[in-house]
């Protein structure tokens, strides 16, 4: 027995060690073309290829990372990666760069050119999608917020202004990337053309067309596309010059079938096969079950079709990062995504294995003609619950607003990204506090703010929180939240003389989708500031709560907690000590209220007590051996400890 069992293992071997690669099967005998459209199938390079890719975003994936993320897509017999570009990363500040050297907390994420080589090292073709807008769920769709400082800007059409601000983002970002084309020897096999421009508000193809020639004039060779609801037609590209894919969640016949008698003759492909949905706050956890899964992906392969799932393996909003939907242009129908990305896709946030990885393989198996070399699934990353962390020390607000070194005064309200700070560029991501000195407020003071808020408020006089805390989505109707148009709140029972009037504003998240062109945080034009009935209209004292790296690694000098913990907002810290290699780990905020979180001093990203998140996944390599520091920013009620767990949390909404 033991005999036999030897044989076949060495015939399983030498079966195996026969398999071309995916690489050596499409270019043993030289490259001489790309990926072609010309017939009712694709070919790349003369061969015919089914493309089956994934999607999975560099920018939501730890750079340490990333290999297994990507052997782990290989390993379920797919043969090309897709991955958006960021824009608001490459460029955080108007004319300053980071492709991974460049300095800005997310830099350790930014170099794309490494991205793409162990995708190829990892024998796998890669689908680009470098926008400008990316949608995607990500900060205002990926454009960076200094763009608003430009009157009358208009994003996603061929308005000279912004136009001049793509045509120089893609001189620098373009040719990092033509060398990685396939045809000359890298895994680029097709490029996309802006991004659903279908679903825009309002269209102007003289856009894509100046897209579609910079990426051209700047030396991409390969297969441009597009990609957009079924529905949406050949409204937002140019069927001339661009191939059409599509992007659905499910129905993929009657997607195909549309897209077929748009574009009779050619290849069909799904762009965007929807694996599960995202969350917003509030929401309950989304999922969409395996069996429903099975049916959709089965039906898209047997079509026959090509397909890339979105996503493949979700990752992390990490940082300030999550994007939102909106609807009216007034932010009442706000809805910020939270910052775990894990989509319910086949690999889960901290890439884990699911049951949708499984039925990948299975039916990838099944359909793809073209047998290639895939590598043995790699071990899951390891996981640990840390022991538990005390809070140590605390700074109250004031102590905090102290700290800021670009404190900005106007006598008018002045929106975050208004800000004469960042070398001209405002401020992007955080809080910022309009605060007014020597107020006398009589008891019973009304406090109103014109407008919706952008995107939450919080209250305090001298210091002390006077706004309610958001315990419960209901909440979110009330005063200091979004839904509500020109909401107020009644400050004190009580008379307070040369009283300091702190107005906290969060940008909770710039919309990816929909309404794109009014993305202002902050105190913007559209609101004002009232006491009982009369406008406060000058002597602002501004204050950016940035978050950056430089800022919170600082040495505070922090305050005992032994007479307890102060109701916030405030920072709280603690402290611990790891003697080995450190591995993942989720931070369980489930006793927390509402903020942030800061592991040495990189912003992970926020809890909620309304859910449906209420765990943040903390990579190992954002921790070290020897003394590792938590910082919370808690907007309302901290908690004694900062408790860790194995797995995620999600509670029902």
């Not at 043993?28 to 070919?43: C, E, K, M, N, R």
């Not at 499910?250 to 492909?269: A, E, V």
């Not at 901290?350 to 003609?369: F, R, S």
């Not at 969060?506 to 945080?521: D, I, T």
């Amino acid at each position: 027995m033991l005999h036999h069992f030897v044989v076949f293992v060495l015939l399983v071997a030498c079966t195996s060690a026969q398999l071309p690669t995916l690489y050596e099967y499409y270019t043993a005998d030289g490259i001489t073309s790309g990926l072609s459209v010309d017939q009712p199938y694709f070919t790349l390079n003369g061969k015919n290829i089914t493309i089956l890719s994934g999607a999975m975003h560099y920018f939501r994936i730890p750079p340490q990372h990333w290999r297994d993320r990507i052997r782990k897509l290989r390993a379920a017999g797919l043969n090309t990666l897709e991955t958006y570009v960021s824009w608001n990363l490459h460029e955080p500040e108007n004319g300053r760069f980071d492709f991974g050297s460049g300095g800005t907390d997310m830099e350790q994420f930014l170099d794309l050119q490494t991205y793409l080589k162990i995708a190829q090292e990892e024998d796998l073709f890669v689908i680009l999608r470098p926008g400008p807008y990316i949608c995607a769920e990500w900060e205002w769709g990926g454009f960076p917020s200094w763009l608003l400082r430009e009157e009358g800007i208009k994003v996603r059409t061929s308005d000279q202004t912004y136009m001049g601000y793509v045509t120089r983002y893609f001189g620098e970002l373009l040719p990092l990337l033509t060398d990685l084309q396939f045809t000359k020897g890298g895994p680029i096999i097709a490029v996309q053309v802006e991004n659903e421009y279908g679903s825009a508000p309002t269209k102007d193809l003289e856009y894509i067309r100046q897209v579609h020639d910079l990426l051209r004039d700047q030396g991409i060779v390969e297969l441009l596309v597009s990609s957009d609801g079924a529905s949406a037609g050949t409204s937002g590209t140019l069927p001339d010059l661009i191939f059409q894919t599509v992007n659905f969640g499910g129905s993929p016949t009657w997607n195909f079938d549309t897209l077929k008698n748009m574009q009779p003759g050619k290849p069909i492909m799904v762009m965007e096969y929807w694996t599960g949905w995202f969350d917003h706050w509030s929401e309950s956890h989304h999922t969409v079950d395996n069996d429903t899964f099975y049916g959709i992906y089965n039906e898209i392969l047997a079509y026959p079709a090509s397909a890339s799932m979105y996503m493949f393996h979700g990752g992390t909003n990490f940082g300030f990062l999550n994007g939102a939907n909106i609807g009216a242009g007034d932010n009442s129908g706000y809805q910020p995504t939270t910052t775990s990305y894990d989509y319910d896709a086949p690999l889960s946030e901290a890439g884990d294995y699911t049951g949708k990885y499984e039925i990948v393989k299975e039916l990838v198996k099944k359909y793809n003609p073209v047998e290639t070399l895939t590598p043995d699934q790699p071990e899951l990353v390891p996981r640990v619950a840390y022991p538990s962390v005390t809070i140590e020390g605390q700074l109250s607000f004031d102590e905090i607003t102290k700290l800021v070194p670009d404190i900005v005064t106007s006598d008018t309200l002045l929106s975050m990204e208004q800000l004469p700070i960042n070398d001209g560029s405002g401020q992007s991501y955080g809080y910022t506090v309009y605060r007014q000195y020597s107020l006398n407020i009589p008891a019973d003071s009304v406090l109103t703010i014109t407008g919706h808020v952008r995107d939450t408020v919080m209250i305090l006089i001298n210091g002390v929180l006077v706004s309610d805390s958001l315990s419960s989505s209901s909440d979110l109707n009330s005063f200091g939240y979004y839904r509500q148009a020109n909401s107020n709140i009644t400050l004190t029972s009580t008379d307070i003389e040369d009283a300091t009037l702190d107005i906290v504003i969060e940008n909770w998240g710039r919309a990816n989708f929909g309404n794109l062109y009014q993305q202002f945080k902050g105190l913007i034009d559209s609101n004002s500031v009232y006491l009982n009935n009369e406008e406060l209209t000058s002597s602002w004292s501004i204050i950016p709560l940035e978050f950056k790296k430089s800022w919170n690694t600082q040495v505070f000098q922090w305050n005992s907690v032994d007479g307890g913990l102060a109701n916030g907002p405030g920072l709280y810290r603690g402290t611990f000590t790891l003697e080995d290699d450190a591995v993942d780990t989720y931070i369980d905020m489930q006793e927390w209220d509402k903020g942030i979180v800061i592991v040495n001093g990189f912003v992970l990203g926020r809890h909620a007590l309304i859910g449906p998140q209420q765990s943040l996944y903390l990579p190992g390599p954002f921790l070290q051996q020897g003394e590792n520091e938590i910082i919370i920013f808690e907007q309302f009620t901290p908690a004694a400890e900062i408790k860790f767990s194995e797995n995620p949390i999600f509670k029902t909404v």
